[in-house]
């Protein structure tokens, strides 16, 4: 069956804009993670889904970061008024049970604010 | 200190010799280690979990836990140059009553030389 999507693959902004990210889980899976990761280093964790709600959004970095899953499936990530310093790659996950559970990574979408 | 901790590298070793990749980790209530691949521009993809003190072999890889120790390896046998890539210590912890976070390192990077 399909992996875990992510779309756009890439994205250039400028300082300030809006950005929205999206994740498609794998189908049946009911946990969905995001990540970010900078050049060279390691993963970051952001938030956490089990169905639609998000028992853990401790990683989000600022007030500028939001996110929602709908129907338990599709997630998007939303940046308002992007910094450069939030050009990474966003990776998602998604596992078939809870956080014990293996996750399986999307391609990611690098994104890179001018 | 940082939760989990892996030596950045690169930790080259010659084609055919076994790679050994540590990690230690700080909460001594963790429960279950996974060791992910990441080759360069790509997304991670899980090689192995372990959950019990020991050893734990799949082909050429066993993975060393050691919960009095804290620390978790990842041995490579017959180390290939298809090998080369970052390899990912993840932890899961409880991070209070009822909720567990899954932590990353930030990788080695492993060279093997043909």
């Known amino acids: 069956g399909a992996g875990v999507s992510q779309s756009p693959s890439n994205k250039v902004t400028e300082k300030g804009k809006d950005v929205e990210l999206r994740c498609d889980p794998i189908?049946?899976?009911?946990?969905l993670y995001w990540y970010r990761q900078s050049l060279g280093q390691g993963l970051e964790f952001l938030i956490y889904?089990?169905?639609?709600?998000?028992?853990?959004k401790s990683g989000l970095p600022s007030d500028r970061f939001s996110a929602e899953r709908t129907g338990g499936s599709v997630s998007t990530l939303t940046i308002q008024r992007t910094q450069q310093e939030d050009s990474a790659v966003y990776l998602c996950?998604?596992?078939?049970?809870?956080?014990?559970?293996?996750?399986?990574f999307g391609p990611g979408t690098r994104l890179l604010v001018l | 200190q940082k939760e989990v901790e892996q030596n950045s590298g690169p930790l080259s070793v010659p084609e055919g010799a076994i790679a050994s990749l540590n990690c230690t980790y700080s909460d001594r209530g963790s429960q279950s280690f996974f060791w992910y691949r990441q080759y360069s521009g790509k997304s991670p993809e899980l090689i192995m979990f372990?959950?019990?003190?020991g050893d734990k072999e799949d082909g050429r890889f066993t993975a060393q836990l050691n919960k009095a120790s804290q620390y978790v390896s990842l041995l490579i046998r017959d180390s290939q140059p298809s090998d080369s890539a970052t390899y990912l210590c993840a932890v899961i912890r409880r991070v209070d009553t009822g909720r567990r976070a899954l932590t990353f390192g930030s990788g080695t990077r492993l060279q093997v030389q043909p």
């Open positions: 189908s049946g899976h009911t946990a």
């Open positions: 996950a998604s596992s078939q049970g809870g956080i014990q559970e293996t996750q399986y």
């Open positions: 372990i959950y019990s003190n």
């Open positions: 889904f089990q169905g639609n709600s998000a028992p853990d």
